[in-house]
Structure formats: structure tokens, C-alpha cells
């Protein structure tokens, strides 16, 4: 068998992508969407396994900006359409191409890598660690409300339309929250037609998605985008309120828009997934025990480059720590690491001096963003303190008060 691992061409996209989907269980996706990936996925390091000419293994990459602790925006390869076909499985062929893809990254000086996994065990073993998780959450409305709505929320006017028609405001908004929530994406040119892909065949039964903007004085405060299930159990309402997305720029332009959803008639609950783990609704609705919230990973980050990355962010509190990094998968990692710096930014370089803590890229990958504290990590066996005492100012400077969050998949 002749194995050839390259980039692939123009003209292979497409049988590379039947290849993916196939992977993927085979249901295509719509023209629309599969345009909107062909033009946003970056041809030249998009990675095609080939078994005597046919596609047996794919790998793309988007060019992401990813906003980090203190603001900055760091060029991020974001690694998308993975996949090796049934036939070729568990011989290493996603273990080369990500080989491939991280040397690549590293020689294009960039400091990150970050995915969602289709499943949640398989990126640990290259470096990735859980950077954010999401929450979700299924709100039986009739039971649960918005309780003690700030003052504001009344003043608050909204107005329902359609996603595209809104979707100026809509950006005006997300834009101003970019900076101040580690793990959101810059919208990039084109990015912002994700946010409006609805193909009627992955409705699964619910209405197009509408969407409702909030605004103060003239000017939009937040939006949320959902749809309708409406579904009859003997007569009775039984549907959801699918939401898709809902973001503000402040307390009562939330609480209206939470409130409104919970509103919605001929519907008994309302389904929101991929939140936040710190979203304000866990401290608005009047009953978080009845309405299921569930955790899950979301965001997976590798650093690429220790160095460069721990330099990119700032720092919660005055931090001088010695990191001990072991990284097997990108042995270029491998070693002590000094990082000083605060709030107003950092260096991390080099050094032979004496570990404080030590362990591997993939807890810094966990706490990089602030999602996971070093000491929850220590706790769990997975960052070791060499020298007594380093744990909690270092755990404590890798903090961040607003919780790491991806706002959609890529
Ligand atoms: C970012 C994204 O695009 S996520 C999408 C990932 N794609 C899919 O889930 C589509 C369906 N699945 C597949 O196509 C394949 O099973 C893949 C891509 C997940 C794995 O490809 P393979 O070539 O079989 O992986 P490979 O042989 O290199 O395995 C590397 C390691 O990952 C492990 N592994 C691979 N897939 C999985 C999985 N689904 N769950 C847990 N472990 C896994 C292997 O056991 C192996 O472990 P080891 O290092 O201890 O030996």
C-alpha cells in the first residue's frame, strides 16, 4: 500500500470533502455551507492522506484570532475537518498529520493551536488541553423565570427580525465583547455569514431562525438568535425555544433578552447550549436546579510555542515563576521556562534556574486562558510544585474574572 501524506490541491477539494463527509457518517452537508468552508478553510494547509489516489485522510486549518486574558487578539490556526476513513483507522495517520500541522504552525511563528474535538478524548495525546467549557441548559419555562431582573431591564426595547437583516447590529455588539472574553474569535472577513447559515435540512422540525435585538438609546446592547419547535402533546404546547446564540453588552440588556425567551407562547421550555460556565443566566433564572445545566469541553488549545504564548497574555497579578514544561509531542517545548510579568503584560524566556512548578503543555493549555486554575490542575495530579509555596501566586496570576468561552464551533 502507498501511503502519501501532502497538501492537497484546488482541484482535490472536492473529492477531499466527499471524503470527510463520508468519514462523518455520509449525511452531506448543504451547498451553501460546504461553499462557506471551501472559501474560509485555507487551501495551503489543507492535508490530504492519499491510499493509490483516493483520499483516506483529511486535515484544514482556518486562521483564527483568538482573544486571550488582557485583551490581545493572538493568531491561532484553528485545526477543522479531521478525519481518516473507516478502512485506514488506528495506524497513526491523524497522529502524522498533526505532526504535519503543528511543525507547520511552528514555522509559521505561530503561538497557538485550537479545536473543538468531535470527541472529547482524542486531542490530549498531541498537547490540547480544555481551555473552555460551555454550559448548557433546558429551562422548563412554566416553572422557571428571571428572577430580580436588574434595574434597566424594563427600558431595554426589543424588536424581532430576521438574523441577516439584524446582523449589523448583531456584529456591533459581538465586536465589543471580543476583548473582554478570553477564547471569543475575531470575526474575520466571511466568518460572519457562519452566524447565518440555517439550511432548512438541519432544522430538525423547528422554524428559520429569528432573531431579537436589544436596544437602548438607539443602540444595540444584544441580540439572540433562535428558532421555534412548536409541538403539540394531546393539545397541549410542548415545544422549545431553540437558541443558537445570545449575547449583551450588559446586565439588563441580558436579563431582557433571557426574559423575552422564556416568554415565547406555544412553547414549555427553552434550550440553550454552548453558554458560558459563568453566563449570567445561572444567576438570573429563579431555578437552576430544574433547568439541567450540563458541562462540557469545548475549547481545546495546545500552545505551539510556550514561550510566545505565555508572552502574549497579561496576567491577573505580579507573577516570577520557573514552569517545568514537559511536551512530547513538540519536544521544541520541552524544558524550563521563566515567566515574569503582571497586568501590564509579561516575558517568558529560557532558563536554567531551579523549577517552581512543573508540567505538561497540555495543563497550560488548560489554564492558559483562565478557564482551569493551576491549582484545580494540581489537584488532579496533573501540575506538580517543585518548589514549596510557587502553586498559589502563580495559580492565582493565571486567573481571569471573566470566564473563557467559544462563542461557535469552526
Ligand atoms: C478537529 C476535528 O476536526 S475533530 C474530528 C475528528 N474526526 C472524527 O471524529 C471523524 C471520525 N473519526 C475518524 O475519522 C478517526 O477515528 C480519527 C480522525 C478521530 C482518528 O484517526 P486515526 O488515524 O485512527 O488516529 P491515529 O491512529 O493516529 O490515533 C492516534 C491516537 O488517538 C487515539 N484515538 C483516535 N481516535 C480516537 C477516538 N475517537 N477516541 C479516543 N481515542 C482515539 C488512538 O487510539 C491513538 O492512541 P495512541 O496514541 O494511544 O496509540
Redesign the pocket.
Same mark, same amino acid.
Given at each position: 500500500m502507498t501511503i502519501e501524506l501532502r497538501r492537497i490541491t484546488a482541484e482535490e477539494w472536492d473529492p477531499w470533502y466527499d471524503a470527510l463527509e463520508w468519514?462523518?457518517g455520509g449525511v452531506p452537508e448543504s451547498p451553501e455551507e460546504r461553499g462557506l468552508w471551501r472559501e474560509l478553510a485555507l487551501l495551503d494547509r489543507s492535508l490530504g492522506v492519499f491510499d493509490e489516489g483516493r483520499v483516506v $485522510?483529511t486535515y484544514g486549518e482556518f486562521a483564527l484570532g483568538l482573544s486571550v486574558p488582557g485583551g490581545a487578539v493572538v493568531e491561532t490556526g484553528g485545526?477543522?475537518?479531521?478525519?481518516?476513513?473507516g478502512t485506514?483507522?488506528?495506524? $497513526? %495517520? %491523524?497522529?502524522?498529520m498533526?505532526e504535519r500541522g503543528l511543525a507547520a504552525a511552528r514555522e509559521r511563528g505561530e503561538a497557538l493551536s485550537a %479545536?473543538?474535538?468531535?470527541?472529547a478524548?482524542?486531542?490530549g495525546?498531541f498537547g490540547y488541553g480544555i481551555a473552555a467549557h460551555s454550559l448548557s441548559a433546558r429551562v422548563p419555562k412554566h416553572r422557571v423565570g428571571v428572577a430580580a431582573p436588574p434595574p434597566g431591564t424594563d427600558e431595554v426595547r426589543l424588536t424581532v427580525t430576521t438574523p441577516a437583516e439584524a446582523l449589523a447590529r448583531c456584529e456591533e455588539v459581538y465586536a465589543q465583547l471580543v476583548p473582554r472574553r478570553p477564547g471569543m474569535l475575531e470575526r474575520r472577513p466571511g466568518w460572519e455569514r457562519s452566524v447565518l447559515l440555517d439550511p432548512p435540512g438541519e432544522r430538525g422540525g423547528a422554524s428559520e431562525r429569528r432573531c431579537v435585538v436589544a436596544e437602548r438609546d438607539g443602540r444595540p446592547v444584544g441580540y439572540a438568535r433562535y428558532a421555534l419547535k412548536v409541538e403539540w402533546d394531546r393539545a397541549v404546547p410542548s415545544g422549545a425555544v431553540l437558541v443558537r446564540d445570545l449575547d449583551a453588552v450588559d446586565p439588563a440588556a441580558h436579563a431582557a433578552l433571557l426574559r423575552y425567551l422564556l416568554g415565547l407562547d406555544l412553547t414549555d421550555r427553552v434550550e440553550l447550549v454552548g453558554r458560558p460556565v459563568d453566563d449570567p443566566l445561572v444567576h438570573l433564572l429563579s431555578d437552576v436546579r430544574r433547568s439541567d445545566l450540563q458541562l462540557r469541553d469545548r475549547l481545546h488549545l495546545r500552545l505551539v510555542d510556550v514561550g510566545a504564548a505565555l508572552a502574549a497574555r497579561r496576567y491577573a497579578a505580579g507573577v516570577d515563576v520557573v514552569l517545568a514544561v514537559r511536551d512530547a509531542f513538540c519536544p521544541w517545548n520541552e524544558g524550563r521556562w521563566r515567566l515574569s510579568g503582571g497586568p501590564g503584560g509579561a516575558v517568558c524566556e529560557r532558563t536554567t534556574d531551579p523549577a517552581e512548578l512543573e508540567l505538561d503543555v497540555r495543563a497550560l493549555g488548560a489554564a492558559y486562558l483562565g478557564g482551569s486554575t493551576l491549582a484545580a490542575l494540581a489537584a488532579a495530579g496533573q501540575v506538580g510544585e517543585a518548589r514549596a509555596g510557587a502553586l498559589t501566586p502563580a495559580s492565582t496570576a493565571f486567573g481571569h474574572p471573566v470566564a473563557p468561552w467559544l462563542p461557535h464551533g469552526f
Open positions: 468519514a462523518f $485522510g485545526v477543522t475537518m479531521v478525519s481518516v476513513a485506514h483507522r488506528r495506524r $497513526g %495517520l %491523524l497522529r502524522r498533526m %479545536l473543538t474535538a468531535a470527541e478524548p482524542i486531542y495525546r
